[in-house]
T-cell receptor, first 116, second 115 residues
């Protein structure tokens, strides 16, 4: 069984400070990895994704994430946050299996609150 | 115009009522999904469809049913709504690439409250 763990449910951070959101997953097969952002009262938007290739992935709004296969992690970072980055962030893992086909599993979310 | 739309955006209903949530997409994707979001649990898959003739149960399908009326339309029904079905519901789409699923694109969500 696969699972996705976001270790922090809430992360308060001051404006212009760096932020890191942690995501770990459990899987014994190759995965695709995603980070989505949900702004207040809106749907989910794709921030970035890792399918293959370079383990450092750059996304929109200055975010980046690094895939670490040995640690089964896909942490999201931004060097300097803005008030507008206040949102909930979801890590998701897509795995294909012969029995279940494609399955996208989400972590529980990390709520980022940027303070002035 | 949004690529994935959901109607209604908000709905309040009473226990025992039948409710239908609708999803339409203009992305031309063959795969569509319904999720529910509860605080602290992320998104959980209710049902998914890989084409018009293919419907599959997700993790939490009990109490729900779906209909894929066309490639662009995928409806979720609650036959007899109960209070613990109060949640935010999202529709998503993706295309099939080489038999595998690529990125999922989400609608704006439907907030359902069951009293």
């Amino acid at each position: 069984a696969q699972s996705v763990t976001q270790l922090d449910s809430q992360v308060p951070v001051f404006e212009e400070a760096p932020v890191e959101l942690r995501c770990n997953y459990s899987s014994s097969v190759s995965v695709y990895l995603f980070w989505y952002v949900q702004y207040p009262n809106q749907g989910l938007q794709l921030l970035l994704k890792y399918l293959s290739g370079s383990t450092l992935v750059k996304g929109i709004n200055g975010f980046e994430a690094e895939f670490n296969k040995s640690q089964t992690s896909f942490h999201l970072r931004k060097p300097s946050v803005h008030i507008s980055d206040t949102a909930e962030y979801f890590c998701a893992v897509l795995i294909w299996s012969a029995s279940a086909g494609n399955k996208l599993t989400f972590g529980g979310g990390t709520r980022v609150l940027v303070k002035p | 115009d949004a690529d994935v739309t959901q109607t209604p955006r908000n709905r309040i209903t009473k226990t025992g009522k039948r409710i239908m949530l609708e999803c339409s997409q203009t992305k031309g994707h063959d795969r569509m999904y319904w999720y529910r979001q509860d605080p602290g649990l992320g998104l959980q898959l209710i049902y998914y469809s890989f084409d018009v003739k293919d419907i599959n149960k997700g993790e939490i399908s009990d109490g729900y049913s779906v209909s894929r009326q066309a490639q662009a339309k995928f409806s979720l029904s609650l036959e007899s709504a109960i209070p613990n079905q109060t949640a935010l519901y999202f529709c998503a789409t993706s295309e099939s690439i080489g038999g595998n699923t690529d990125t999922q694109y989400f609608g704006p969500g439907t907030r359902l409250t069951v009293l």
